[in-house]
């Protein structure tokens, strides 16, 4: 099976959220801390990937999009001037991640990997062979999945080694959090092994996740066909914050803002507080 054809199972059509005027919000949500969202379109593009980063240096995101010859353009929308531009030299870049320190990108695909820094606008691919890339994750060293084994590896020092309390498990996507707990998705559910541990433990069983991510605290979000739900720390239990469906994918901005990737979009979701509401 081809990333293309893995990659359409985890598509839905997006149900736009209706804009009505003179109301506040766009989207309603469970947190507690906050009433609503406002939804901002930064960029919309047909057939878009599951991955997204941002650059926190410049507030600028990036993604892929299918080019329609069976490969992914690795592509950039600066938040607020809504500017894309389209990068050149990265064959297929299907996953992206990035350095939240330097501020370098990361693109995987079929060609390997791809490490690119935006400030002196280099591009260079690692010094890795035979890598068919599916996922990538940064956290001090660089992390991906390989397909079509769907395996987790790490590459450091010119060397690519297993993610050993990963080896020979199925992981569709992985992330850590602040403690350096690893949580991963596959068909089967959301798991979580904690920080110097080796068990493998379900969180749960139900929805089909699709996508996840690790916010500028270390705290992890999902998203399943129709919501989207965040990692509780204290008690690692799972909790709904917000329903929108056909979320592929999910990032961060400098300010911790959600920003969220489905068929055809890339939207931002700018939190109302209750006590704005209140005013």
Request: charged share 20%; glycine share 6%.
């Amino acid at each position: 099976m081809d990333k293309n054809l893995l990659l359409s199972f985890m598509i839905f059509t997006t149900v736009e959220c209706s804009k009505n005027l003179g109301k506040v919000c766009d989207l309603v949500t469970d947190d507690l801390l906050k009433q609503c969202y406002i939804r901002e379109t930064l960029v919309s593009i047909s057939h878009s990937p599951n991955q997204l980063a941002v650059n926190k240096n410049t507030n600028t995101v990036y993604f892929s999009f299918d080019s329609g010859q069976g490969e992914y353009i690795p592509a950039a929308v600066q938040i607020e001037s809504k500017k894309v531009t389209v990068l050149k030299g990265v064959k297929d870049a299907f996953a992206v991640t990035n350095d939240p320190l330097i501020g370098e990108m990361y693109f995987g695909g079929s060609n390997g990997i791809y490490k690119y820094n935006p400030a002196q606008q280099t591009l260079k691919r690692l010094a890795v062979k035979n890598l068919d890339i599916w996922w990538l994750f940064f956290k001090k060293i660089i992390y991906f999945i390989r397909f079509p084994s769907l395996n987790a590896y790490c590459y450091h020092d010119r060397l690519v080694k297993p993610v050993t309390p990963l080896m020979n498990v199925t992981v569709n996507q992985f992330v850590f959090d602040n403690d350096d707990n690893i949580f991963f998705i596959n068909g089967t559910g959301l798991f979580g092994i904690k920080n110097g541990q080796s068990d493998i433990i379900l969180l749960r069983d139900s929805p089909r996740f699709l996508g996840m991510a690790a916010n500028n605290k270390g705290h992890v979000y999902l998203c399943s066909e129709n919501e989207i739900f965040v990692i509780s720390k204290m008690i690692q239990k799972v909790k709904k914050i917000v329903n929108i469906p056909g979320v592929l994918g999910m990032t961060f901005d400098k300010d911790n803002n959600l920003i969220y990737s489905d068929s055809h979009e890339i939207v931002r979701l700018l939190p109302i507080s209750n006590s704005y509401l209140k005013l």
